[in-house]
């Protein structure tokens, strides 16, 4: 049931569509009730969240009905819907539902040396 609430959530916005670069990006988030949570997409499917000195990983992604759904090892579940570019939280702890802001995406940049 809460499966179907969030895919009705994330789906009734449509926009172009803006898909995630899973090849090492960095998001920065701004949620109700955790403030900035920063999410890196790593190489190979690897995922990690960061807000507040807390840190968690995930591995993978589902799409299902258009929507990625990323799960991490707390528990919480990041929800993305490539056609609005729009993110919610679904925090484990709390039980609850947050829609994010995006404040930025960008490309991780590592230098060799």
Known sequence: MKKLFFIAVLTTLT???????????????KC???GLIEITLHAFGHIS???KGHYYVGAGHEVHNGTEYFKFSNGDTLMHNPKSDKFMFYFAKSHTLKACH???EQPIKVAFN
């Open 15 to 29: 926009f172009p569509a803006l898909a995630l670069n899973f090849n090492s990006t960095v998001l920065k988030l």
């Open 32 to 34: 109700p009730s955790r």
């Open 49 to 51: 969240e960061l807000w």
């Open 102 to 104: 995006k404040l930025s």
